[in-house]
């Protein structure tokens, strides 16, 4: 049995002080217990803050990016012991704003989640097609490459350890949500396409999280389906209230 994970990310958004009341709000609102994962990630300034609220809870920490390199002169980059080294449990790698805008590619992705898995970060890798790739039938062959590009030169064990996230790009921040039919057959594709990477265990074990325009009132729907293990949730993580139903929907 897959544990579900849902991971909020905040993006670029929240002052420090924002921040750390947005975790504690979602903290005193999982005074019931869950069998979900719940993960934060908020931007970098900001994750010292929400670790400190989050301590001792089983909220989990996660970045938003990471760079490959150990240390050195990489001016405005993170590395991973300086995310392990503020409290974080979790890396988002290869979200497709970062392939869009800021030239992440199926290469660096994968030089990324080395790293993270190497410093004992669970990374959450987001693959996901545009609507003009969706328009022109090529949903299954661009997340294919980038599932195989991200998970090329891992061993069974850090894949059946990692988390994936399909995030149909056209579904990100529009509203605009992938049918249940839609993300289970992605999800399914991927799951098919780990069990051929790796083995039928691995495929079983992984945990896939959809992610483009999660809302309380879809989620329950989507978290439904055989192949969606969790969420990864933009907008909606943004506020306390709609996080925790995602959470417990
Ligand atoms: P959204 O973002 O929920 O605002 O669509 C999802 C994401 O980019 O992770």
């Known amino acids: 049995m897959r544990k579900r994970i849902i ?37 970098f300034t900001d994750l010292t803050a929400v670790a400190a609220v989050i301590q001792g809870t089983p909220v989990g920490l996660g970045a938003q990016n990471l760079h490959w390199e150990e240390k050195g002169a990489y001016t405005g980059e993170v590395s991973a012991a300086m995310l392990l080294s503020a409290g974080c449990t979790h890396v988002i790698i290869g979200h497709s704003e970062r392939r869009q805008y800021f030239g992440e590619t199926d290469e660096s992705v994968n030089r990324k989640v080395k790293t993270a898995l190497k410093a004992g970060l669970i990374p959450i890798v987001c693959v996901g097609e545009t609507l003009a790739e969706r328009q022109a039938d090529e949903t299954a062959a661009v997340v294919e490459r980038q599932v195989r590009a991200a998970l090329e030169g891992l061993t069974d064990a850090q894949v059946a350890g990692l988390v994936i996230a399909y995030e149909p790009v056209w579904a990100i921040g529009t509203g605009v949500v992938a049918t249940t039919e839609q993300a289970q057959e992605v999800h399914a594709f991927i799951r098919a396409l780990v069990g051929k990477l790796c083995s039928e265990s691995v495929a079983a074990a992984l945990r896939i999280q959809y992610g483009g325009s999660m809302k309380p009132d879809n989620a329950g729907q989507l978290l439904a389906q055989k192949d969606i293990d969790g969420g990864l949730i933009g907008g909606a993580s943004l506020d306390a209230r709609s996080f925790l139903d995602i959470v417990y929907a």
Do not use: D, H, I
């Open 7 to 43: 991971a909020g990310n905040w993006k670029m958004n929240k002052s420090v002080t924002e921040a750390a009341e947005l975790a504690r709000a979602v903290v005193e609102g999982m005074k019931t217990a869950t069998e979900t994962e719940v993960v934060l990630c908020p931007p």
